[in-house]
């Protein structure tokens, strides 16, 4: 299994400032193939399911602000939120798909504000 | 805009099977993979397994003697069936569509609301 570590488990940032979560995989994520990174990130919200933010480490979904963005490769990938607003506020998965055998998912990391 | 639907008894007994199914709506269960992925109150995401429309399937290893996944693309659906579950069991289960490309699965786009299955006698 491809295992994914989150850090940290929980963070609190004040409004207006920068959030980053660090998710490391235990093998590289990198296909040869075609040079993507099989990484996404996902927000969950109290009482909600998942919700897809960033796709390939770095390709924004459609309608996800630009305050968010995804970035590495290999087996170290951030996700970087510019100016946390409060609706912000949950915890945040990375999900590897680069070996489906199992899908695995990192613990998960808690944002709250400051 | 597709929409996920889980349905299913909220209460499964010790030793039993739990079954659960998801309706697809806004869209056709052709062409794509689907996944059925659980997390237990408070805790993490774990992904069960998933299928084709074609009815080809995959499944975690560590659930893999317990867990059946099947399709029905005639009522866009696909179905969860969990067997001899103890309380460890007790989740919400999720629904979710995956982008696929080349027969490759990707992400999850598109999740169901979820629904709590409680193992209880």
């Known amino acids: 299994d491809i295992v994914m570590t989150q850090s940290p488990d929980s963070l609190a940032v004040s409004l207006g400032e920068r959030a980053t979560i660090n998710c490391k995989s235990s093998?590289?994520?990198?296909?040869?193939?075609?040079?993507?990174?099989?990484l996404s990130w996902y927000q969950q919200k109290p009482g909600q399911p998942p919700k897809l933010l960033v796709y390939?480490?770095?390709t924004r979904e459609s309608g996800v602000p630009d305050r968010f963005s995804g970035s590495g490769s290999g087996t170290d990938f951030t996700l970087t939120i510019s100016s946390l607003q409060a609706e912000d506020v949950a915890v945040y998965y990375c999900?590897?798909?680069?070996?489906?055998?199992?899908?695995?998912f990192g613990q998960g990391t808690r944002l709250e504000i400051k | 805009q597709v929409q996920l639907q889980e349905s299913g008894p909220g209460l499964v007994k010790p030793s039993e099977t739990l079954s659960l199914t998801c309706t697809v709506s806004?869209?056709?269960?052709?062409?794509?993979?689907w996944s059925w992925i659980r997390q237990p109150p408070g805790k993490g995401l774990e992904w069960i397994g998933y299928?084709?429309?074609?009815?080809?399937?995959n499944y975690n290893p560590s659930l893999r003697s317990r867990v059946t996944v099947s399709v029905d693309t005639s009522k866009n659906q696909f179905s969860l069936k969990l067997s001899s579950v103890t309380a460890a069991d007790t989740a919400v289960y999720y629904c979710?569509?995956?982008?696929?490309?080349?027969?490759?699965?990707?992400?999850?786009?598109?999740w169901g609301q979820g629904t709590l299955v409680t193992v209880s006698s």
């Open positions: 979710a569509r995956h982008l696929s490309g080349d027969s490759i699965i990707y992400y999850l786009d598109y």
């Open positions: 390939w480490a770095s």
């Open positions: 299928i084709y429309y074609s009815g080809t399937t």
């Open positions: 806004g869209g056709s269960i052709n062409n794509y993979y």
């Open positions: 999900q590897q798909y680069y070996s489906i055998l199992p899908i695995t």
């Open positions: 093998q590289s994520v990198l296909s040869g193939r075609n040079n993507k990174n099989y």
